[in-house]
């Protein structure tokens, strides 16, 4: 390249101080971005990726971090040595960045149009009038509807699609050279991640912009991105133009990030064995009152009248967009929310009993939760998290029996029983949600519910749960009914699958039937989403 | 996998779980970190257990006597005044008859102080109050005793080492019962209202709902009665006693802490991990003990010294004012305002200043120490 880049990365490290120690989170990395060039940092979580993105606005909380060498050099200038005034020229106006959380980066106390107009009249000087004209004109830009009527929205008022798109359309007010998107579409449903991927990609041919694009996800990066750095441990261990990667990939962590697709596939459905748990017409209506007697005047129909059944040894999986009722009827059939309709669990009906009747039945019933960082408390160690359900349900145990089923269950998710009186906050990811799973497991029940316990893992950890998981179907002839918006995972696990919106069935059947031959355009459309990031016509998926 | 595991498992070794968790590991020692704060608890604590006997370090019986071959222990024990031959019910040991009876038939061992709370001096120097005796010259000091400066009473022991009050009692003996009362009174008190305020704030935020509501309706009723007046009108019908103060104080002031608490169980209800124990099958009241008072306990130990210093200022300002403890009793109000009506009289205002501002400003050190403890996200070098 004759031109010289946009932006150069030489040699950044960043290391933060820890104790009276440092702990280096990106170890010499070098990158160039091109002007109207796409780059895709790929990796893990705790590779890097996040904290190199944020030094390039120098956006890390300094002084605890800082950096030991390396350069950034925009249009010539090295953005490390500026001044927080020559910077703030720099951020929000020639570069500007799109972070993951729609729901937390917006100020939900003001309304969209004020929180564009600011960035307009803070970098350009624009009067209300032109300012109110070109919010406009960028909300009809980055494809929100009837913008007119969506001026005097607040956040709370917009999806998290739209969310991303008013983020967007602040990010490209000042017309930047380069565009930061760090992870924009993790928080998304898969539908929306493709309309937002489109969105960018037309964007930036259409602007020239640069962007580096930064997520954990390859089939985003197959998609976005002319070229690719592939980061682990803070270093870039491989850098090449998107294709070459894929085709042929020469450092063994990325043939590694390549090859963690959840793979394998279940056995067909098999209609003979014995169901465990049923649901006939469950529904889930939540009030909504108005007026000063608080009257009911209509329901958010949550779960409309679903029929499920879930075999011994079998899974059952539940898909559909965020906001489709499927936690919901998860949590219904759980007995944690109360709902109408039938609930059959080993032949007995069980949607009348009170609390405590359900204890019993608890042991045989058991959730796993989507995030394993919530779902563990911080202060108890992992044994007293896994033995919690023991002394409830088998309170004749001794003290070192109970030890002994710990560390049992403990070897069997693949976990080393030695480390059960450690913090979870000690474990990774992947390993704690191994120990949620191992909580439920060592009740040795009949039936758990698995609301999406693969969604806040690295893709690599992702496969081994699904592995896990599997294996522990086969030994102890479990029930699954396992929720989920990755069709990926759902692909690898599910015997039978219903696809759910807006709290009703779309379509069910067995897994290869729904997969190969799916029968409505909104199946289709989820399909296309999640395997090749296709959007699909409007007005069959949500915005 | 029951069954099986339970025989042909194999036996990890077993370790024993640490005494404290890394968390509380890292609160210790963030605590100690506060030097002011780590150092004022430990001279807080020296006080107040000192404080606690009183009785052996400022008293007007002697600690052990031994009397015609038989060992008297009259700290703890009130022997009648016939046992040394005279004929009232309780023995006055300061009485130097008294005095020369004992020593002339064995021996006995007095209190560095040989001043209670009560004991009025029947041998100062000038009317009350009278100055610290190390102000006066030795002739002076002793010019009431019957022998003057020669008189066997005329030694350190009988000195008033910061004064006495305007009715001849010793200052150091009233400010020693006075620091122990007012710290026993603002330790039972904040310990009632914290078990009453977690209570009640852990069952409005756990159940929410009308519980909630009607429970926040009831709290903003009764804050807003005027504690005063009720203590005005009680102390009208009840006689005022340390425990009815007790309780009274105690019924208004549970209300502070019940905000807190309430907030954090709202907050935390819904976590997933409180989630997770429900899907076990924990029952409501372990869930609230074991995965949602930690949560709390960090809001509710913050606010506790400041509650305890509360707590000792309201009793003080209520002797102040002359609502509080029976007249008599050691109390550093009462000395605050005998400071105000004698002002020719300094040593009482500056020996009330002192120990208040003391005690106080100990505990807020170390209320401030416990804070940073607590704070997650507080980092030391």
Redesign the interface.
């Known amino acids: 390249m004759s031109q010289p880049p946009l932006l150069s990365v030489q040699d950044l490290s960043v290391a933060f101080a820890q104790?009276?120690g440092q702990s280096v989170a990106v170890d010499h990395i070098s990158f160039d971005i091109a002007k109207g060039e796409t780059i895709a940092l790929v990796g893990e979580s705790g590779s890097g990726k996040s904290v190199s993105a944020l030094s390039v606005l120098k956006l890390l909380p300094y002084p605890?971090a800082s950096h030991p060498s390396g350069k950034i050099l925009f249009e010539g200038a090295d953005l490390l040595v500026m001044s927080e005034k020559q910077l703030r020229q720099v951020r929000g106006n020639k570069i500007t960045m799109i972070f993951q959380e729609p729901m937390t980066s917006l100020n939900p106390l003001h309304t969209i149009e004020h929180q564009i107009v600011e960035i307009l009249k803070l970098h350009q000087g624009m009067a209300d009038r032109a300012a109110k004209a070109r919010t406009l004109e960028l909300l009809n830009e980055v494809g929100i509807r009837d913008p007119q009527k969506r001026l005097d929205a607040y956040p709370h008022q917009l999806s998290g699609g739209q969310r991303q798109r008013v983020m967007i359309a602040m990010a490209l007010a000042n017309e930047p050279e380069l565009l930061i998107a760090d992870e924009p579409t993790t928080a998304l449903d898969v539908t929306v991640q493709a309309q937002i991927l489109e969105l960018l990609a037309g964007l930036k041919s259409r602007k020239g912009m640069s962007m580096l694009f930064i997520t954990h996800d390859l089939g985003i990066v197959r998609k976005i991105a002319d070229r690719v750095c592939v980061m682990t441990k803070g270093k870039i261990v491989e850098t090449g133009p998107t294709k070459d990667i894929f085709a042929n990939p020469q450092h063994p962590y990325t043939r590694h990030l390549l090859a963690a697709e959840p793979k394998g596939k279940p056995p067909a459905a098999n209609t003979d064995a014995k169901p465990v748990m049923t649901g006939t017409d469950i529904k889930v209506w939540f009030p909504i009152k108005q007026g000063f007697f608080r009257r009911t005047v209509d329901h958010v129909k949550a779960v409309d009248g679903i029929d499920v059944t879930v075999r011994a040894g079998q899974t059952l999986g539940v898909v559909g967009e965020s906001g489709s009722g499927k936690t919901t009827l998860g949590l219904a059939l759980?007995r944690?929310i109360s709902s109408t309709g039938t609930i059959r669990f080993n032949g007995r009906d069980i949607n009348q009993l009170t609390f405590n009747a359900?204890?019993?039945l608890?042991?045989e019933l058991?959730?796993v939760?989507?995030?394993p960082f919530?779902?563990?408390?911080?202060?108890?160690?992992i044994?007293e998290i896994i033995e919690?359900?023991l002394k409830?349900?088998e309170p004749k145990l001794s003290p070192?029996?109970r030890?002994?089923?710990v560390?049992?269950?403990l070897k069997?998710v693949g976990l080393d029983?030695?480390t059960r009186?450690r913090?979870p906050h000690e474990f990774s990811g992947g390993q704690r949600q191994r120990v949620?799973i191992a909580?439920a497991?060592v009740?040795?029940p009949r039936f758990v519910m698995l609301d999406e316990p693969t969604s806040a893992l690295d893709m690599s950890v992702q496969a081994q749960v699904v592995d896990l998981l599997r294996n522990l179907q086969a030994k102890?002839d479990l029930a699954y009914l396992f929720i989920s918006h990755d069709l990926k995972v759902i692909r690898a696990l599910a015997n039978d699958v219903i696809v759910m919106r807006n709290g009703q069935i779309v379509e069910a059947g067995p897994s290869r039937q729904i997969f190969e031959n799916p029968q409505t355009d909104y199946t289709r459309a989820l399909i296309s989403a999640a395997f090749k990031i296709e959007t699909a016509p409007v007005g069959i998926v949500s915005e | 996998?029951?069954e099986a595991?339970?025989t042909a498992?194999v036996?990890?070794?077993?370790?024993p779980?640490?005494f404290l968790?890394?968390?509380n590991k890292r609160r210790l020692q963030n605590f100690k970190a506060n030097r002011r704060g780590y150092w004022s608890l430990w001279i807080f604590l020296v006080l107040f257990v000192l404080s606690l006997f009183a009785e052996f370090i400022a008293n007007d019986k002697p600690i052990i006597a031994s009397y015609k071959g038989e060992i008297l222990f009259p700290v703890m024990v009130a022997y009648p005044e016939e046992k040394f031959g005279g004929f009232y019910a309780v023995t006055d040991y300061r009485d130097p008859v008294i005095q020369d009876e004992i020593n002339a038939n064995g021996w006995m061992i007095w209190p560095p102080i040989r001043y209670s709370y009560q004991t009025v001096n029947n041998a100062i120097p000038e009317a009350a109050p009278a100055k610290p005796s190390w102000e006066y010259d030795a002739k002076v000091r002793c010019n009431q005793y019957p022998q003057g400066a020669a008189d066997p009473a005329c030694i350190v022991g009988n000195w008033n080492w910061l004064g006495t009050d305007d009715q001849a009692r010793d200052v150091l003996a009233r400010v020693i019962y006075g620091f122990r009362i007012s710290v026993l009174f603002g330790l039972i008190l904040t310990a009632g209202s914290a078990l009453i305020g977690v209570c009640a704030g852990a069952l409005q935020g756990y159940f929410g709902g009308w519980t909630d509501l009607l429970f926040q309706r009831f709290i903003e009723i009764w804050s807003a009665i005027p504690v005063l007046y009720l203590l005005l009108i009680v102390a009208a019908i009840l006689p005022p006693g340390f425990f009815i103060l007790l309780g009274l104080m105690l019924l208004f002031s549970w209300v502070a802490l019940v905000g807190v608490v309430r907030a954090e169980f709202l907050r935390a209800r819904n976590?997933?991990?409180v989630?997770?124990?429900?899907?076990?099958?924990?029952?409501n009241r372990t869930i609230m003990f074991?995965?949602l008072l930690?949560n709390a306990m960090v809001a509710t130990l913050t606010f506790l010294p400041f509650l305890l210093s509360g707590s000792i200022s309201t009793l003080t300002s209520l002797d102040y004012l002359g609502f509080g403890l029976p007249p008599g009793s050691a109390s550093l109000g009462e000395l605050l305002k005998q400071a105000q009506r004698n002002l020719n009289a300094p040593w009482l205002g500056i020996s009330g200043f002192v120990v208040i501002s003391l005690m106080l400003s100990l505990l807020v050190f170390v209320g401030e120490a416990t804070r940073d403890a607590f704070d997650p996200r507080k980092?030391f070098?």
Do not use: C, W
């Open positions: 104790g009276g605890s759980a944690m359900m204890r019993p608890r042991r058991q959730i939760f989507q995030d919530g779902s563990l408390s911080p202060r108890m160690s044994a919690e359900g409830i349900h070192d029996e030890d002994d089923k560390a049992d269950v069997e029983p030695a009186n913090y949620a909580r497991m009740l040795n102890h | 996998m029951s595991s339970v498992g036996v990890p070794e077993r370790m779980r640490p968790s890394p968390l976590f997933e991990y989630n997770a124990a429900r899907a076990l099958g924990v029952p074991r995965h930690p980092t070098k």
